[in-house]
């Protein structure tokens, strides 16, 4: 049979200009760290990788300590008041910017917050507080997700036969979820071994660093290409390992609970299993919802609507539709090609999955010392910035349209064929129209990734080129921790609009 | 003897209300429409609905507070009778232990059991490694060692081909008739209520229409929402 086929211009320009992208990020360094051999892993790279790995297990270990109970409360206690408000309230920590976030726990457990003096929160606790705080509502909903699949003839058997609460969990429900605990284990830890915003502000000293944010400084504040080479290549070893690892394992691609009719059960009825689930719900609330109340409250007052912040908001917003739109240029061709044909179904994937494992941060090494050599940084940092975002959010991007552009080429492909429409008219005639939510939503995605963006900004911002992210570092860092407040609300008040919007649309599919 | 009495119950915009009697050692099959009522019928004599009001008996004992382990009843549902994770002899004597620790002698009955529906030569198969219809056959074995005197299926047979799912019917039926069981199965296929039902109940809208012996219900004239849910099978002439 004969199949329609995408015009190849745009695919091979889109897949050359990714491997550009990342071969400009992975030669060098590899050349660099290749050049100092084994006497560049000096006992401080040994002593960052060690503290990377401990604060991300940790971090992991205790996001699922509270994650695990908290989502079979959820799935036990099907129908009490306000679960579906905390259900949403759950995916208020994914949706917004890591610094936002990091601003309200210091509110709240600083030294001058509520609880201020339970936690010593510049250093490793306070980078596992948010990081739990991030991670417990990631873990609790994947594994919910699991938990909801288990089917109602089984929670009926477990009833009829008896089953008390440790036979329902070793029985039902734990052979439900434990490869999900394992996938949501891998994730959590591969999150935080590469998360930046929250060990930039929260640890930092030389005690308390992660490979990403070594690297940062290496190459921001000491001008140190070759160590900043040497830190990228064990972030890149590290961060492939881990991936591979979460692909073989398949649990990654785990959805989230529709909110669809959940299957009834028929346990935790009793008084102790309502005290037990009320119980976890209390702590989970306890843990996340003062940092918001706080960014909230504090914030509504510290509003300082200057210049600076709006150009801020401006240069935010600019960046961000930049890089969405760069995003889908490059992954649209590529997609139209892998639902059609297998090779570029691996090739496509193999791209999507190495944008999501190389770390922004060992990507940016390679892109600095390849640039540096030839121009100076000041004309190239809004690209760069742009750049790497959009390199950022290709995955989400693909996972939005991949399946989008599936359902069009079968419903159209044989139609178009022999009409003869092919390449722009086509996309203006068939898919832009059906497939507009999809590719309205991508965009969103992408946006609000970028805007919540402080790595990009922090690697290649300059003193004059600033984002929101990037003006809530400089108000903490420069004492005026009550104008970072009002910026982080503004902040979270644009992501939680776009990201509104973006489940409208999601959920109109 | 299974009986409802005056047991209503209200599902979104349809409200039931059953009152009837099942006779020990009885085979009733239940038919209707989708969506009429016949699971929920099931689900209230196994306990897994609670009745708004009214009660249900079972052998002169009110169960309608009973959580359902406790009642003397044990289902065979369609399908995910089993779980997955464990092999079809550890599914079977999940119906006699929930810890599965089990002594000589109740192994023994495992093992009977097993024997009994055919699946002696695969208890330690996973099911996933056996076909639809031997998945059926070991919730069979289960209710078989759970030996109680109630048994309730639910469509058990509606995804096998025409052959299994009659072998299953006569293995139910004979297991019924060995031990004096009563029976009560949700069918769409009015074969099956021919081949082992004594009496056939009718349901509509939320209500037993009639229930009478299997014969007489399928040959009456004064019932017709049955003709119409029958259709052409009822007149083979056509």
């Given at each position: 049979?004969?199949?329609?086929?995408?015009?190849?211009?745009?695919?091979?320009?889109?897949?050359?200009?990714?491997?550009?992208?990342?071969?400009?990020?992975?030669?060098?360094?590899?050349?660099?760290?290749?050049?100092?051999?084994?006497?560049?892993?000096?006992?401080?790279?040994?002593?960052?990788?060690?503290?990377?790995?401990?604060?991300?297990?940790?971090?992991?270990?205790?996001?699922?300590?509270?994650?695990?109970?908290l989502a079979r409360a959820l799935a036990r206690q099907s129908a009490f008041p306000g679960r579906a408000l905390l259900l949403r309230l759950l995916n208020?920590?994914?949706?917004?910017?890591?610094?936002?976030?990091?601003?309200?726990?210091?509110?709240?457990?600083?030294?001058?917050?509520?609880?201020?003096?339970?936690?010593?929160?510049?250093?490793?606790?306070?980078?596992?507080?948010?990081?739990?705080?991030?991670?417990?509502p990631?873990?609790a909903r994947l594994i919910l997700a699991d938990l909801e699949r288990i089917p109602a003839e089984s929670w009926k058997l477990a009833a009829q036969l008896?089953l008390?609460?440790?036979?329902i969990w070793?029985l039902v429900e734990?052979p439900a979820v434990?490869?999900g605990?394992?996938?949501?284990?891998?994730?959590?830890?591969?999150?935080?071994?590469?998360?930046?915003?929250?060990?930039?502000?929260?640890?930092?000293?030389?005690?308390?660093?992660?490979?990403?944010?070594?690297?940062?400084?290496?190459?921001?504040?000491?001008?140190?290409?070759?160590?900043?080479?040497?830190?990228?290549?064990?972030?890149?070893?590290?961060?492939?390992?881990?991936?591979?690892?979460?692909?073989?394992?398949?649990?990654?691609a785990a959805g989230w609970p529709a909110l669809r009719l959940q299957p009834k059960r028929y346990d935790g009825r009793?008084?102790?299993a309502r005290?037990?689930d009320?119980?976890?719900v209390?702590?989970?609330?306890?843990?996340?919802?003062?940092?918001?109340?706080?960014?909230?409250?504090?914030?509504?007052?510290?509003?300082?609507?200057?210049?600076?912040?709006?150009?801020?908001?401006?240069?935010?917003?600019?960046?961000?539709?930049?890089?969405?739109?760069?995003?889908?240029?490059?992954?649209?061709?590529?997609?139209?090609?892998?639902?059609?044909?297998?090779?570029?179904?691996?090739?496509?994937?193999?791209?999507?999955?190495?944008?999501?494992?190389?770390?922004?941060?060992?990507?940016?090494?390679?892109?600095?010392?390849?640039?540096?050599?030839?121009?100076?940084?000041?004309?190239?940092?809004?690209?760069?910035?742009?750049?790497?975002?959009?390199?950022?959010?290709?995955?989400?991007?693909?996972?939005?349209?991949?399946p989008?552009?599936?359902?069009?080429?079968?419903?159209?492909?044989?139609?178009?064929?022999?009409?003869?429409?092919?390449?722009?008219?086509?996309?203006?005639?068939?898919?832009?129209?059906?497939?507009?939510?999809?590719?309205?939503?991508?965009?969103?995605?992408?946006?609000?990734?970028?805007?919540?963006?402080?790595?990009?900004?922090?690697?290649?911002?300059?003193?004059?080129?600033?984002?929101?992210?990037?003006?809530?570092?400089?108000?903490?860092?420069?004492?005026?921790?009550?104008?970072?407040?009002?910026?982080?609300?503004?902040?979270?008040?644009?992501?939680?609009?776009?990201?509104?919007?973006?489940e409208r649309w999601s959920d109109q599919r | 003897?299974?009986?409802?009495?005056?047991v209503r119950f209200r599902y979104e915009e349809m409200a039931m209300?059953f009152?009837?009697?099942?006779?020990?050692?009885?085979?009733?099959?239940v038919?209707g429409p989708s969506g009429g009522g016949k699971s929920t019928l099931l689900n209230l004599i196994a306990g897994f609905e609670a009745p708004e009001?009214?009660?249900?008996?079972?052998?002169?004992?009110?169960?309608?507070?009973?959580p359902p382990?406790?009642?003397?009843?044990?289902m065979i549902f369609q399908d995910n009778n089993v779980f997955a994770?464990?092999?079809?002899?550890?599914?079977?004597?999940?119906?006699?232990?929930?810890?599965?620790?089990?002594?000589?002698?109740?192994?023994?009955?495992?093992?009977?059991?097993?024997?009994?529906?055919?699946?002696?030569?695969?208890?330690?198969?996973?099911?996933?490694?056996?076909?639809?219809?031997?998945?059926?056959?070991?919730?069979?074995?289960?209710?078989?060692?759970?030996?109680?005197?109630?048994?309730l299926l639910d469509e058990p047979?509606a995804a096998?081909?025409?052959?299994?799912?009659?072998?299953?019917?006569?293995?139910?039926?004979?297991?019924?008739?060995?031990?004096?069981?009563?029976?009560?199965?949700v069918?769409h296929?009015?074969?099956?209520?021919?081949?082992?039902?004594?009496?056939?109940?009718?349901l509509?809208n939320g209500?037993?229409?009639?229930?009478?012996?299997?014969?007489?219900?399928?040959?009456?004239?004064?019932?017709?929402?049955?003709?119409?849910?029958?259709?052409?099978?009822?007149?083979?002439?056509?």
């Amino acid at each position: 049979m004969i199949a329609y086929r995408p015009s190849r211009a745009p695919g091979y320009a889109a897949l050359a200009l990714l491997a550009l992208a990342l071969a400009a990020g992975f030669l060098p360094v590899l050349r660099m760290g290749l050049e100092q051999g084994i006497a560049g892993l000096d006992p401080y790279v040994f002593r960052v990788l060690r503290f990377t790995l401990l604060q991300a297990g940790l971090s992991t270990f205790l996001s699922l300590l509270l994650g695990l109970p908290l989502a079979r409360a959820l799935a036990r206690q099907s129908a009490f008041p306000g679960r579906a408000l905390l259900l949403r309230l759950l995916n208020l920590p994914l949706a917004l910017p890591a610094i936002v976030v990091i601003i309200g726990i210091i509110e709240v457990y600083g030294a001058r917050g509520w609880f201020g003096g339970i936690f010593d929160i510049y250093g490793l606790q306070g980078i596992l507080l948010a990081h739990v705080f991030f991670n417990v509502p990631l873990a609790a909903r994947l594994i919910l997700a699991d938990l909801e699949r288990i089917p109602a003839e089984s929670w009926k058997l477990a009833a009829q036969l008896g089953l008390r609460p440790l036979a329902i969990w070793r029985l039902v429900e734990w052979p439900a979820v434990k490869s999900g605990v394992a996938g949501a284990a891998l994730l959590i830890f591969l999150l935080c071994a590469s998360s930046f915003a929250v060990v930039l502000t929260l640890g930092g000293g030389p005690r308390a660093t992660t490979l990403e944010v070594a690297i940062y400084q290496s190459l921001r504040s000491d001008f140190d290409p070759q160590r900043a080479s040497m830190l990228a290549l064990v972030q890149l070893a590290l961060c492939a390992t881990l991936a591979l690892v979460a692909q073989a394992w398949g649990g990654l691609a785990a959805g989230w609970p529709a909110l669809r009719l959940q299957p009834k059960r028929y346990d935790g009825r009793s008084t102790t299993a309502r005290l037990l689930d009320g119980g976890i719900v209390l702590v989970a609330l306890l843990l996340l919802v003062p940092p918001l109340v706080a960014l909230i409250g504090a914030g509504l007052f510290h509003i300082n609507p200057s210049p600076l912040l709006l150009r801020a908001l401006l240069t935010s917003l600019g960046l961000g539709a930049a890089s969405a739109v760069l995003a889908f240029v490059v992954v649209w061709p590529l997609a139209a090609f892998a639902v059609r044909s297998g090779g570029w179904r691996k090739v496509t994937s193999i791209a999507v999955l190495a944008s999501w494992i190389v770390p922004p941060a060992a990507l940016a090494t390679g892109w600095f010392i390849s640039l540096i050599a030839h121009a100076g940084m000041t004309g190239l940092a809004a690209f760069l910035v742009i750049a790497m975002n959009a390199l950022m959010s290709l995955p989400f991007v693909a996972r939005v349209l991949m399946p989008a552009l599936a359902q069009s080429a079968e419903a159209h492909d044989r139609l178009c064929l022999s009409l003869g429409l092919a390449g722009w008219s086509r996309f203006r005639l068939v898919e832009l129209p059906v497939m507009k939510r999809a590719i309205g939503l991508s965009l969103v995605m992408a946006l609000i990734l970028s805007l919540g963006d402080l790595t990009a900004i922090s690697l290649f911002g300059t003193q004059d080129f600033v984002t929101l992210p990037a003006l809530i570092y400089r108000q903490m860092g420069s004492y005026r921790f009550d104008e970072a407040i009002g910026t982080a609300l503004v902040l979270s008040a644009l992501v939680l609009a776009f990201s509104t919007l973006a489940e409208r649309w999601s959920d109109q599919r | 003897m299974i009986r409802l009495e005056d047991v209503r119950f209200r599902y979104e915009e349809m409200a039931m209300r059953f009152d009837a009697e099942f006779p020990t050692g009885s085979f009733t099959a239940v038919i209707g429409p989708s969506g009429g009522g016949k699971s929920t019928l099931l689900n209230l004599i196994a306990g897994f609905e609670a009745p708004e009001q009214g009660c249900v008996l079972i052998d002169g004992v009110d169960v309608t507070a009973l959580p359902p382990d406790r009642r003397p009843v044990s289902m065979i549902f369609q399908d995910n009778n089993v779980f997955a994770h464990l092999d079809l002899w550890q599914n079977v004597a999940l119906g006699i232990s929930p810890s599965l620790r089990l002594d000589a002698e109740r192994k023994a009955r495992v093992d009977a059991a097993l024997a009994e529906v055919g699946l002696g030569a695969l208890m330690h198969r996973k099911p996933g490694e056996v076909s639809g219809g031997e998945r059926q056959r070991v919730a069979v074995a289960r209710a078989l060692v759970r030996d109680r005197p109630v048994l309730l299926l639910d469509e058990p047979f509606a995804a096998l081909g025409p052959a299994l799912r009659r072998d299953m019917l006569d293995l139910v039926k004979a297991m019924q008739q060995a031990r004096g069981l009563t029976v009560v199965m949700v069918t769409h296929q009015p074969e099956d209520a021919q081949a082992a039902a004594s009496h056939t109940a009718y349901l509509e809208n939320g209500h037993i229409v009639a229930l009478r012996p299997t014969a007489e219900l399928f040959a009456a004239q004064d019932l017709p929402g049955l003709r119409d849910y029958l259709g052409d099978w009822s007149r083979p002439e056509l």
